[in-house]
T-cell receptor, first 114, second 119 residues
Framework: KAGVTQTPRYLIKTRGQQVTLSCSPI?????VSWYQQTPGQGLQFLFE???????NKGNFPGRFSGRQFSNSRSEMNVSTLELGDSALYLC?????????????FGSGTRLTVV | AQKITQTQPGMFVQEKEAVTLDCTYD???????LFWYKQPSSGEMIFLIY??????QNATEGRYSLNFQKARKSANLVISASQLGDSAMYFC????????????????FGQGTILTVHP
């Protein structure tokens, strides 16, 4: 059974550019959430999607956006990149919207903004 | 708002010994879930163990057990018979209902504990 796949694994971008990260959840999983991990702030929740609808959003500026497609794959986009956006971006998928289901994480995309 | 506190930035343990990683949490919700994840240097978050707030028994998964003390709001991870491959960052996390209590959509993480296993 394939796990959560995030692409690309590594990315280097210049300040001011925009970037799109992709996440393919485990087959059958309909919930996808995104997290940003930095040494200073730790792991912070970005947003979560279920059945193509954003259900929850963290405290990030509007430059951070996401979407989910009908096949549950999700993308997140960061526009006008800043140096502080350099981080490991982790995607997690879950089987259901509610209940006590765990999240399975991908290996992450390491974004470096120069 | 939910908060997770891991007070041990780093822990050292001898191979084959047991180790306890501390986690305390704060929430006003009655229904919540507590998780432990392991993050090796590769970056992937690996699920270890889960405890629901209404579970009466402590969760166990192989060498991992969760010492759940609800009144004290603590959920410590116990790793028995440590192995060299256990060296990693360990995160405690909590999931609580969204407003309205209809769904669970967010994990709140602690700052993590770096565990080093010595041979």
């Amino acid at each position: 059974k394939a796990g959560v796949t995030q692409t690309p694994r590594y990315l280097i971008k210049t300040r001011g550019q925009q970037v799109t990260l992709s996440c393919s959840p485990i087959s059958g999983h309909r919930s996808v959430s995104w997290y940003q991990q930095t040494p200073g702030q730790g792991l912070q929740f970005l947003f979560e999607y279920f059945s193509e609808t954003q259900r929850n959003k963290g405290n990030f500026p509007g430059r951070f956006s996401g979407r989910q497609f009908s096949n549950s794959r999700s993308e997140m986009n960061v526009s006008t990149l800043e140096l502080g956006d350099s981080a490991l971006y982790l995607c997690a998928s879950s089987l259901a919207a509610g209940g006590n289901y765990g999240y399975t994480f991908g290996s992450g995309t390491r974004l470096t903004v120069v | 708002a939910q908060k997770i506190t891991q007070t041990q930035p780093g822990m050292f343990v001898q191979e084959k010994e047991a180790v306890t990683l501390d986690c305390t949490y704060d929430t006003s919700d009655q229904s919540y879930g507590l998780f432990w994840y392991k993050q090796p240097s590769s970056g992937e978050m690996i699920f270890l163990i889960y405890q629901g707030s209404y579970d009466e028994q402590n969760a166990t998964e192989g060498r991992y057990s969760l010492n759940f003390q609800k009144a004290r709001k603590s959920a410590n991870l116990v790793i028995s018979a440590s192995q060299l491959g256990d060296s990693a960052m360990y995160f405690c996390a909590m999931r609580a209902p969204l407003a309205g209590g209809t769904s669970y959509g967010k994990l709140t993480f602690g700052q993590g504990t770096i565990l080093t296993v010595h041979p």
